[in-house]
């Protein structure tokens, strides 16, 4: 590993969290009624009592934990006042919904458990969470462009998905590989690929959507005002995505990456302060994410900054190097460290993994790292 790997390694774990610390259970109340209510509606007794978890089983904490991804919410105080449904079809779903309405229970969607502020995990009151971990599949065909995707899967599954079965085309999504497609695409979802492609959002084509009610919807019994606000309204503030059908998009089999590390004693603040006039107007193939730092001076009671840009240009080294000779020289980008990938392995990259991993990786869930700060990425609205 160099250091240019290390560097990033290190980004990796502060951006996407940091390993966990044990907690202890919480006072429950009864919910005999509520499984009761799901036996007696369910055709299959047997399948429908192997996905409910209560406080008491031993496997409640475990699997109530392993998606909270926020450390702030893994405390002995959080309340996990809650009962654990791990639906593996829609009727199981359907009855959670209906027993929870019936016996007065708020329920709480998770599938990625990103949520910034635990509230696929977490609540005041009693509730049911609804836990879409094991409804993950993720169907790519090539030859029509699009996925369906179920609504417990993650970013990374679906990079995976793709990249199993082509190198030309691609999902614009997020930078980290952890993030559940059921708040991710529900909140609007950006990244990498934004400034070609639009908002993930904007790719999705089609939904299978349980409503309050419990009808299933699609994009066109639902209506287009549905469609629209579930892709960056919070779908779960309507109902519970099943699964999103998205279009994919084309993509070269190679692409470039670099990453430029610059200091504050180097000039960082005039090629950043560039940066905001360069980078709106530059080719839409190339998308360049500043992440900026606070360090130690060492040997010194003195701090800087350090200014990170981590580029992916839809192209070759030599046209993306002319292009930046041409329109920002300042930025110091060089053969050496710029590498041609495929777009999956731009996507280790940029999740913090050297580009030689294995893309197993992507489809593993306990490889989910644990953080616990909140991160804001600013994006110009107005040009
Ligand atoms: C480390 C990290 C990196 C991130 N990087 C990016 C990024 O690059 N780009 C970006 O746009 N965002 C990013 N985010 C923000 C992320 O997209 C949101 O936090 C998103 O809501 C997380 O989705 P989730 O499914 O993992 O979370 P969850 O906590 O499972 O769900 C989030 C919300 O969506 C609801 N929900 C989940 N699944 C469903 C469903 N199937 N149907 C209806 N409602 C549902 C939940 O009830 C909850 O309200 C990042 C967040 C983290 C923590
Ligand atoms: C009921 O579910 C169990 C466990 O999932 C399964 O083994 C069994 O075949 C199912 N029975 C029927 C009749 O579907
Ligand atoms: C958990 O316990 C409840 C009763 O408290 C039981 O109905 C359910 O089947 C148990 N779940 C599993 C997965 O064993
Ligand atoms: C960029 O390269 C030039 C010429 O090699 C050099 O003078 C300058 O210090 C470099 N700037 C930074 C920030 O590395
Ligand atoms: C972006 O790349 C595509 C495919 O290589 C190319 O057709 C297009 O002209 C490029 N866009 C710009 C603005 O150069
Ligand atoms: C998944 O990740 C965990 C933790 O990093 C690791 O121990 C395990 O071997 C991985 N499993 C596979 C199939 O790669």
Partial sequence: MNTFQLILLVLAVSFCGKLLSHIHDNAAPNFEDFISCLE????NVSSISQVIFTPTNSSFLPIWEVAVNNQRFIKSSTPKRSLIVTPINDAQIRVTLLCSKKHGYEMRIRSGGHDFEGVSSTADVPFVMLDLTRMRPVDVNVAKKTAWIYGGAML???????SQKTNAFYFPAGICSTVGVGGYLGGGGYGNLMRKFGLAADNVVDVRFMDVNDNILNRKSMGEDLFWVIRGGGAGSFGIVLAWKLRLVPVPELVTIFLTNMMLEQGATKI???YQYVVPTIDENLSIRVQMSSEKIPNTNKKTVRILFYGLYLGAVDTLLSLLHEKYPELNVTWEICQE???IQSSLFFAG????????VF?????????????KLDYARNL
Avoid: C
Wanted: cysteine-free; aromatic content about 10%; charged content about 20%.
């Fill in 40 to 43: 007696s509606n369910s055709n």
């Fill in 156 to 162: 990374g599954e679906v990079y995976y998905a793709i």
């Fill in 272 to 274: 950043f302060h560039k």
């Fill in 341 to 343: 990938v495929t777009m």
């Fill in 353 to 360: 993994y050297p580009t030689d991993t294995s893309r197993e």
């Fill in 363 to 375: 489809a593993n869930r306990s490889s989910v790292i644990k953080l616990n700060g909140q991160n």
